[in-house]
């Protein structure tokens, strides 16, 4: 089955859902994992994308996120501030350039940015242009085509927003947006001519199938950066005390997004740490990209750190 698979897809076949559910239950699980890493090198060659973040304006979020400790709705301790420091943002930016970092993003909390934080951010990113020739990237919330154009203006060639999980699960976790607000906000990216990187969470509550569901809806919108984040259960949030997956778990669910969007950047992101022991396995079952350095609340590892370990398992950075 794997290897007929295989060869379709090379040949330009796509997985249906039906299918990616009997391989979610494929037996031979070392099997599934091998051929996840033999699409993305047939691919992808051995391309290994860093990119890393500022946290540019944090908490206070109106939005009610269950997993989120940025949300006004959940009592958790962070940094609270509506603005970075902008000779802050730009230094980061340049150093993790000159680091081998390919893409630097800027992230606000919040559903959308007020006229006042999109200009101090565009002021932000014009500065780090003059300075780097890193890649600008932003996640700034459901925003119209006129202030994604704002921001591609200034120099900003991808727009980052998750669609967190899958449509029929969304609604369990959030209730004051949807993810058909998150879609019009995709289109409207790419409309204007910007990449755009979206993916998820796991670990959240939902099933295999629900996580197949989202591979296959960033499928359908052409997404070719997909972050998969692990769910950090942070204390305050509704979703502290959520049981971790297993590993077999986690290695399937990057297997499986490599199997229905082969060409993609699929990316280590939020809850690193909690899969250190699983890093070298994950990257020989799918997955040819990472955030590195710091997330937005939570500690990350080290651009350095990260660009010797990645090269060290064969991978170009």
């Not at 051929?35 to 047939?42: I, V």
């Not at 209730?175 to 979206?198: D, F, M, N, P, Y």
């Not at 229905?260 to 997955?287: D, E, M, T, V």
Request: with cysteine; aromatic share 6%; hydrophobic share 40%.
């Amino acid at each position: 089955m794997i290897q007929q698979l295989i060869a379709d897809i090379k040949a330009g076949a796509e997985i249906d859902f039906e299918t990616a559910c009997k391989l979610a239950e494929y037996a031979n699980k070392e099997e599934l994992y091998e051929g996840a890493n033999t699409l993305r090198e047939y691919f992808c060659n051995a391309a290994l994308q860093l990119c890393s973040i500022t946290n540019a304006k944090s908490g206070l979020c109106s939005e009610n996120c269950k997993w989120c400790s940025q949300s006004a709705h959940n009592k958790c301790k962070i940094d609270i501030y509506d603005s970075i420091d902008k000779n802050t943002a730009v230094a980061q930016a340049v150093a993790n350039g000159k680091a081998g970092v390919h893409r630097h993003g800027l992230v606000t909390s919040g559903r959308t940015v007020s006229p006042q934080t999109l200009q101090n951010c565009v002021s932000i990113y014009r500065e780090i242009a003059q300075k780097s020739p890193i890649k600008l990237c932003a996640s700034m919330g459901l925003l119209t085509k006129e202030q994604l154009q704002e921001l591609k203006d200034a120099g900003v060639t991808r727009y980052h927003c998750n669609l967190e999980t899958a449509p029929s699960f969304f609604p369990n976790l959030c209730s004051t947006h949807s993810v058909e607000e998150k879609i019009a906000t995709i289109r409207a990216a790419q409309a204007i001519g910007l990449e755009v990187c979206s993916g998820g969470i796991i670990g959240m509550g939902e099933t295999m199938a629900q996580r197949i569901e989202l591979a296959l809806a960033l499928r359908d919108l052409g997404i070719r950066s997909i972050p998969i984040n692990i769910l950090n259960p942070i204390e305050g949030t509704p979703l502290f005390g959520m049981p971790p997956l297993s590993d077999e778990e986690i290695l399937t669910s990057f297997a499986l997004f490599r199997f229905i969007n082969p060409r993609a950047y699929l990316r280590f992101a939020g809850g690193r740490l909690s899969i250190q022991h699983l890093q070298g396995k994950a990257l020989k079952s799918g997955i040819n990209a990472s955030i590195t350095g710091d997330m937005l609340t939570t500690h990350g590892v080290q651009v350095q750190d990260d660009v010797n370990t990645f090269r060290a398992a064969g991978f170009v950075i």
